[in-house]
C-alpha cells in the first residue's frame, strides 16, 4: 500500500495537490471578503504607503541619527509619532489656510444676497471695461441682478439647483474625508514603526511567489514614487512659490490662496496654466492688464522649464522610463483613481516597462 512519508497512509496520492489547491480557493475567497470589507479604506491604506515610501529615505536618516532605546520603549514610539505628527501638519495647515479665508468671505456672500433681495445689484465697475462683450455683460447684470425681483428670483433658481443641493452633502462628505485622513496617519505610523519587519516580509513573499523578479518590480515601483514625489509634487511646490510671489507683486486678491493652488494643480502636468489664468482673468476684470500680461508670460516660462527640463530629468533618472510613459501614466492614472493616480499610474507603467524589458531584451535590465 502506496503512503506518503508523515502523512495519512490511507490518503490518496493527489491528496496533496487537492488540498493546495483548496488552500489557494480559501486564501483568494478571504482576500476577496478582506478587500471588500476594507474597500472605502483602501484609499487611506494606499496614501498611508505612498506617503511611508516618498518619506522613508529621510526616516531611516533620522533614525539613524537618534537610533531607539530598546525594542519596545517609549523611545521606540516617538520618532514614528513626530514623522506622522509633522506630515500630518503638511497638510492640516494649507487645508486651515482655505477654511479661514472661505470663513471670512462667507459673511460677504451672506450680506450680498440679503442686499440682492431687497435692493438688487449694480452693476460693478469692472464690468464695462472687458475687453470683450462688456456691453451685453452689462445689458445681462442690469436685466438679471440690478431689479429686486429679477435678482430674487435668479437667487431662487440658484438655491432650488441640483448644484446647490449637492452642496448640501458636503458636510457628511467632509467628516468622512476627515476620518480617512485619520485612518491614513494612523497606519502610516505604524509603517514607520514596523517598516524594516514589513519591509522584510514582503521580500521573502515577493520571492516565493514570483522569484528574483518580485523583488526587482518592486524596487522598480518604489523608485517610481520617488520619481513622481519628486518631478511632480516637488516641482508643483516650487512652481506655486514663483507663481505665488508673481500674484503679491501684481496685486492679485488672496496671493496666497492662489499660491496654493498653482502648486496643487501644477502637480499634474498642464495643471497650472488653469490657475494662473483666471489669476490673470481677475486682474483683467480690475483693468490691471499689464499685471494680467506679466502672470500669463511669466506663468508660460515657469511651467515650460518645469515640464520640459527639470521633471523628464528627475523621473526620468530615478525611474529610467521615459516621460511620455511618465506622462500617460499620469493623465491616465489621475481619470481613473483620481488625486491617487499621480503615483500609482507612474508606478504601473514603470513594472510594465521592467517587464517588457525584460521579455524583449532576455535578460534583466539594471534597475535603477
Request: proline residues 7%.
Amino acid at each position: 500500500m502506496n503512503a506518503t512519508p508523515g502523512g495519512d497512509p490511507l490518503a490518496p496520492h493527489g491528496a496533496s495537490r487537492m488540498q493546495q489547491a483548496a488552500k489557494l480557493a480559501l486564501a483568494l475567497v478571504l482576500v476577496g471578503l478582506g478587500m471588500w470589507a476594507l474597500h472605502r479604506y483602501l484609499p487611506a491604506l494606499i496614501w498611508a504607503a505612498i506617503l511611508a515610501i516618498a518619506f522613508w529615505p529621510l526616516y531611516q536618516r533620522a533614525l539613524r541619527r537618534w537610533p531607539p532605546k530598546g525594542n519596545n520603549g517609549p523611545h521606540n514610539v516617538l520618532l514614528p509619532a513626530a514623522f506622522t505628527a509633522a506630515i500630518g501638519l503638511v497638510f492640516i495647515l494649507p487645508a486651515g489656510m482655505v477654511a479661514y479665508q472661505t470663513g471670512k468671505e462667507v459673511r460677504g456672500v451672506y450680506d450680498t444676497i440679503d442686499k440682492a433681495r431687497t435692493e438688487g445689484i449694480p452693476p460693478p465697475e469692472w464690468l464695462g471695461h472687458l475687453p470683450v462683450g462688456a456691453s451685453q455683460a452689462t445689458q445681462w447684470w442690469q436685466a438679471n441682478l440690478s431689479n429686486p425681483d429679477q435678482a430674487s428670483d435668479l437667487l431662487k433658481r440658484a438655491r432650488d439647483s441640483r448644484l446647490v443641493a449637492n452642496s448640501r452633502e458636503l458636510g457628511a462628505e467632509a467628516v468622512h474625508r476627515l476620518v480617512l485622513f485619520g485612518f491614513t496617519l494612523l497606519t502610516l505610523f505604524f509603517l514607520f514603526k514596523e517598516g524594516d519587519k514589513l519591509n522584510g516580509q514582503l521580500r521573502r513573499a515577493s520571492a516565493r511567489a514570483f522569484g528574483p523578479s518580485g523583488e526587482r518590480i518592486g524596487r522598480q515601483m518604489i523608485a517610481s514614487v520617488h520619481g513622481t514625489v519628486d518631478g511632480l509634487v516637488l516641482v508643483g511646490l516650487g512652481e506655486g512659490f514663483l507663481m505665488g510671489i508673481v500674484y503679491l507683486f501684481t496685486g492679485v486678491p488672496h496671493p496666497t490662496l492662489f499660491g496654493l493652488f498653482t502648486a496643487i494643480a501644477a502637480m499634474v502636468p498642464f495643471g497650472a496654466p488653469v490657475v494662473f489664468g483666471i489669476a490673470a482673468l481677475v486682474l483683467l476684470t480690475q483693468a490691471k492688464v499689464f499685471g494680467a500680461i506679466v502672470i500669463v508670460a511669466f506663468g508660460f516660462i515657469v511651467t515650460f522649464v518645469a515640464d520640459h527640463f527639470i521633471r523628464p530629468s528627475l523621473i526620468g533618472k530615478t525611474t529610467r522610463l521615459p516621460f511620455l510613459w511618465v506622462l500617460l501614466g499620469i493623465l491616465g492614472g489621475v481619470e481613473t483613481w483620481g488625486l491617487l493616480g499621480l503615483f500609482l499610474g507612474p508606478a504601473v507603467m514603470a513594472a510594465l516597462v521592467l517587464l517588457w524589458r525584460e521579455w524583449s531584451e532576455g535578460r534583466n535590465p539594471e534597475v535603477a
